[in-house]
Nanobody, 118 residues
Framework: QVQLVESGGGLVQPGGSLRVSCAVS????????MGWYRQAPGKQRELVAC????????NYADSVKGRFTISRDNAKNTLYLQMNSLKSEDTAVYYC???????????WGQGTQVTVSS
């Protein structure tokens, strides 16, 4: 059974930085494209960053391009998202799941709340 456990969220001021993590178990992590999604209040969940299984290919939503960096440690089965120059519109619950053409796993994690506010 796939388990996705996100952590590292919090309250940060505009312009600040934060790194969130996702520990993955129950699958061969190194073979999956993995991504970060977010859902803001009243909005649909959106994919903000996707990373290939090798870590060599990335794709970012225009809204975060140049500010966010996705990475992975296949030895630790962990996915990361480094978020810099945060804006109030980045406030959302952040989730990890499969991406890159793969259907996201049915069981989402609890997510981690990121709040950007002064």
């Amino acid at each position: 059974q796939v388990q996705l456990v996100e952590s590292g969220g919090g309250l940060v001021q505009p312009g600040g930085s934060l790194r969130v993590s996702c520990a993955v178990s129950g699958l061969t992590f190194r073979t999956y494209y993995m991504g970060w999604y977010r859902q803001a209040p009243g909005k649909q969940r959106e994919l903000v960053a996707c990373l290939s299984s090798s870590g060599l290919w990335t794709n970012y939503a225009d809204s975060v391009k140049g500010r966010f960096t996705i990475s992975r440690d296949n030895a630790k089965n962990t996915l990361y998202l480094q978020m810099n120059s945060l804006k109030s519109e980045d406030t959302a619950v952040y989730y990890c799941n499969a991406c890159g053409g793969a259907t996201p796993f049915a069981s989402w994690g609890q997510g981690t709340q990121v709040t950007v506010s002064s």
